[in-house]
């Protein structure tokens, strides 16, 4: 049973910093999609970061590139999510989302085989 286990929210203030962060179970430099997305109350789920772990190609939406830094270890099998200067529209909760095998292509959640429970992120 694959397990993708977020951790590292809360509640912050506005323009405060949270770094989210999200255990696998693999070596992650092994060609894998690994994405962030989140989803607030009453909305769609949306991509927010999203990572090839093989050749470094990163991705996020113009909204977010001045704000969110997704980044990996691999040595501890991690992938984090930095969050600066955060807003109250980023309130929601997030997800770690991976599909072992492939190259980044899309923010289509359908892309991704695995998905963590997701940690609750505040901002006020």
């Known amino acids: 049973h694959v397990q993708l286990v977020e951790s590292g929210g809360g509640s912050v203030q506005t323009g405060e910093s949270l770094t989210l962060s999200c255990k696998t179970p693999w070596n992650i430099l092994r060609d894998t999609c690994m994405g962030w997305f989140r989803q607030a109350p009453g909305k769609e789920r949306e991509g927010v970061a999203r990572i090839s772990t093989y050749s470094g190609a990163v991705r996020y939406p113009d909204s977010l590139k001045d704000r969110f830094t997704i980044s990996l270890d691999n040595t501890e099998k991690m992938v984090y999510l930095q969050m600066n200067s955060l807003k109250f529209e980023d309130t929601a909760m997030y997800y770690c989302?991976?599909?072992?095998?492939?190259?980044?292509?899309?923010?289509?959640?359908?892309?991704?085989?695995?998905w963590g429970q997701g940690t609750q992120v505040t901002v006020s």
């Open positions: 989302a991976a599909t072992p095998g492939r190259t980044c292509s899309t923010w289509d959640l359908s892309f991704f085989d695995y």
